[in-house]
């Protein structure tokens, strides 16, 4: 016989397994609210991670220009606006501008001259037959000086103090375009992506070096300088300026000189492109003009 005391301990008994059990159900409910809400939380996390990674993707994506080169203008100088500018240089402290001779262009002459930058004023030393020869770029090397002509494929060499004609040179180039020199050789454009290094010597050939931006050539390579172991050369038809490794031909760095162009344009329509530079050591500044441009620019760059 069971009395009522025995009765009421195995109630006691059922409820508490009762009660035990939807603890365990109610504690497994909550834990897996909390897995879910944890692996929510990560989802979103991952996926604010991955937004956050996309533009840094792009960033890090090697770039494809080249540096350019930012310039100051520091000073300008009055230019005679009938010269047809083919190169420009420093020799002992003076500013040497050759020019050239377009037929339709009547007022234009084919000579090497000092200019003064004060008044603007050429002094002729050499002037060229415009019906035989249409000159182009000069450079000094030691005691000579030498000057290419267009299509002649003929280049002459004078005293470089007398200016008195010494001799020719011939050279295979289709056309003469710009010269400068690294101190061993004389280099040569000629209206291509490629240089030619010149023995001074003999004026023959010693290498020719192509000229790559991003590996693709950088054709009409006109008027040169050499600045600090660096070859720069304008790119004829541009206002573009281009830093170019002497050793590999890579250009390295750009400069634009639209601005420029357009004062002088501005002061004279009939101005033509850029086609001038010349680097002085001792200020260490670069003196830019162009084909019938009314001024000479004084800019400073980072080279
Ligand atoms: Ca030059």
Not at 90 to 95: A, M, P
Not at 190 to 216: A, C, H, R, S
Not at 266 to 290: F, H, L, Q, R
Request: hydrophobic fraction near 35%; include cysteine.
């Amino acid at each position: 016989m069971i009395n009522d005391q025995q009765i009421f301990m195995k109630f006691l008994f059922a409820a508490e397994r009762v009660l035990m059990s939807y603890t365990l159900i109610l504690h497994n409910l909550f834990y897996k609210m909390k897995l879910l809400l944890t692996l929510a939380l990560m989802c979103i996390l991952y996926s604010c991670s991955n937004n956050s990674k996309e533009p840094e993707q792009n960033i890090t994506e090697p770039s494809l220009t080249t540096p350019v080169i930012n310039y100051t203008v520091t000073k300008y100088f009055p230019h005679d606006t009938t010269l047809f500018t083919e190169g420009l240089l420093i020799h002992d402290g003076q500013l040497f501008e050759s020019t050239g001779s377009p037929e339709e262009l009547i007022q234009t002459k084919s000579l090497i001259g000092t200019i003064d930058l004060t008044t603007g004023r050429t002094h002729k030393k050499v002037e060229l037959d415009k019906t035989k020869y249409f000159g182009e770029g000069i450079v000094f090397f030691k005691d000579k000086l030498y000057q290419l002509t267009y299509k002649n494929k003929i280049g002459f060499i004078y005293d470089a103090k007398s200016f008195k004609q010494l001799g020719t040179f011939h050279y295979s180039n289709e056309e003469g375009w710009s010269l400068t020199t690294d101190g061993l050789n004389l280099i040569m454009s000629d209206g291509t992506d490629k240089l030619t290094f010149l023995n001074p010597e003999n004026l023959q050939p010693v290498k020719t070096l192509g000229v790559t931006l991003n590996g693709m050539p950088v054709g009409k390579l006109n008027e040169l300088e050499f600045i600090k172991g660096f070859i720069y050369a304008n790119v004829w038809r541009t206002n573009n300026i281009v830093k170019i490794d002497p050793y590999n031909g890579k250009v390295t760095g750009q400069i634009d000189l639209s601005s420029l162009s357009a004062k002088a344009k501005s002061k004279n329509p009939n101005a033509e492109v850029m086609n001038g530079i010349a680097y002085d050591s001792v200020s260490d500044k670069i003196n830019i003009t162009g084909k019938l441009w009314p001024n000479i620019y004084q800019i400073s760059f980072s080279h």
